[in-house]
Every structure is written in structure tokens, then in C-alpha cells.
């Protein structure tokens, strides 16, 4: 039982670059999110997926997309990187939306040059 | 939310119980107090939860006051492992819609060979 998992755990880009952040849950979670992690700014959601089929935005979603494919995988993709998206990314999910217990990944350090 | 109150910094001897306290002044009664930790770069981990009674599981006890005003998360024999980042975060169990996961600054423990 590997709980949630992302690939990859670090990254490089240059401005202008595309790339999709991947994560993956094997607790047959409904729900599902993306963070962003910046010093002193605590987590950020970027977006979630309350059940499969589903997305919407959280409070930072611009530059960003995401992808439900499946109840297992919740992908993040960035279009075009900016420096401004440099941070660390975490994957998170919970059995149900509304539950406080969400359960996090080991996260993906972003770096846009 | 209400608002969560803890110290900066505190260092424990391993072996020995840590106490990490938190204030909540403001919370309402149908908001529980969520324990979180992030170990050093590492996603952050669910802990523990509760309402009114003192808690506990395999890996903590929660001690809440009477008045609900503060509470108290107890590692009973802490080890070097147990070093991190702890975040009390207050929320209402049930509050529809998506449940974003709002990091304060938290307490960071060390703990001590």
C-alpha cells in the first residue's frame, strides 16, 4: 500500500517549457488535490477533484490544468512555466471531499529558471 | 476558521513525552482540532483529530481543554524521527464543498539525542 505517490520528485525547467506533474493513489480515495507550497506562504490549493469526472479551482488554479484520469490519478499540468511557479508540489487525497484527514504525497520541487 | 496560536520552537529530549500546545480561543463547538506534521522535506502527515474528548492512537494523544480553548498534542516517547513541523489546524468536520487544509507557521520540534 504505497498511499499516494508523484513523479517526478524534482524538476528543472526553463521559462516557457511545458510539463505534467503526476500523482497517484491507492486507497481508493474519491477526492483529490494539488497544492502549492511556498516559504511562508503555507499550502496553497491550486486545484481538486471532488470524485472522478470532476475538477474545480482552488485558490491559485491560473497557469495550471489538471487532468482526473482515472479514480486512481490526478495529473497538473503547466502549459507554459513561469519562475513564479517555482515551489514545492504535493498531492493529496481524502476519502470523501468534505474529510479533514486528507493524506499527502512526498511532494515534486519545481524549479523554473 | 478560527485562528490557531503555537509557539515557533521547542526541543525535546528523546525518549521523554513532548507536549506541543496550541491555542484556539475562538473556536466554535461544531469545529474539531486537526493535528498535522511535516517532516522535513516530506508532505505533510495527518495525526490526529477530536472534538472535546481526549484522544488518542498509535501515534499521539490530543488533550483537550474543557472550555476547548486550547489543546495539547502529547508524543509520549519522542524520537529523532518525531523532528518536524506540527500544525494545529481548527475546522469543522462537515462544512460541504471541498476541505482545504489551511497551514498556519506551526511548531517546529526538535528533538534532542
Known amino acids: 500500500n504505497a498511499g499516494v505517490t508523484q513523479t517526478p520528485k524534482f524538476q528543472v525547467l526553463k521559462t516557457g517549457q511545458s510539463m505534467t506533474l503526476q500523482c497517484a493513489q491507492d486507497m481508493n480515495h474519491n477526492s483529490m488535490y494539488w497544492y502549492r507550497q511556498d516559504p511562508g506562504m503555507g499550502l496553497r490549493l491550486i486545484y481538486y477533484s471532488a470524485s472522478e469526472g470532476t475538477t474545480d479551482k482552488g485558490e491559485v488554479p491560473n497557469g495550471y490544468n489538471v487532468s482526473r484520469l482515472n479514480k486512481r490519478e490526478f495529473s497538473l499540468r503547466l502549459e507554459s512555466a513561469a519562475p513564479s511557479q517555482t515551489s514545492v508540489y504535493f498531492c493529496?487525497?481524502?476519502?470523501?471531499?468534505?474529510?479533514?484527514?486528507?493524506?499527502f504525497g512526498p511532494g515534486t520541487r519545481l524549479t523554473v529558471l | 476558521d478560527a485562528k490557531t496560536t503555537q509557539p515557533t520552537s521547542m526541543d525535546c529530549a528523546e525518549g521523554r513525552a513532548a507536549n506541543l500546545p496550541c491555542n484556539h480561543s475562538t473556536i466554535s463547538g461544531n469545529e474539531y482540532v486537526y493535528w498535522y506534521r511535516q517532516i522535513h522535506s516530506q508532505g505533510p502527515q495527518y495525526i490526529i483529530h477530536?472534538?472535546?474528548n481526549n484522544e488518542t492512537n498509535e501515534m499521539a494523544s490530543l488533550i483537550i481543554t474543557e472550555d476547548r480553548k486550547s489543546s495539547t498534542l502529547i508524543l509520549p516517547h519522542a524520537t529523532l524521527r518525531d523532528t518536524a513541523v506540527y500544525y494545529c489546524i481548527v475546522r469543522p468536520l462537515n462544512s460541504g464543498g471541498y476541505q482545504k487544509v489551511t497551514f498556519g507557521t506551526g511548531t517546529k520540534l526538535q528533538v534532542i539525542p
Open positions: 477530536g472534538l472535546k
Open positions: 493529496a487525497s481524502s476519502q470523501m471531499p468534505d474529510s479533514n484527514e486528507q493524506f
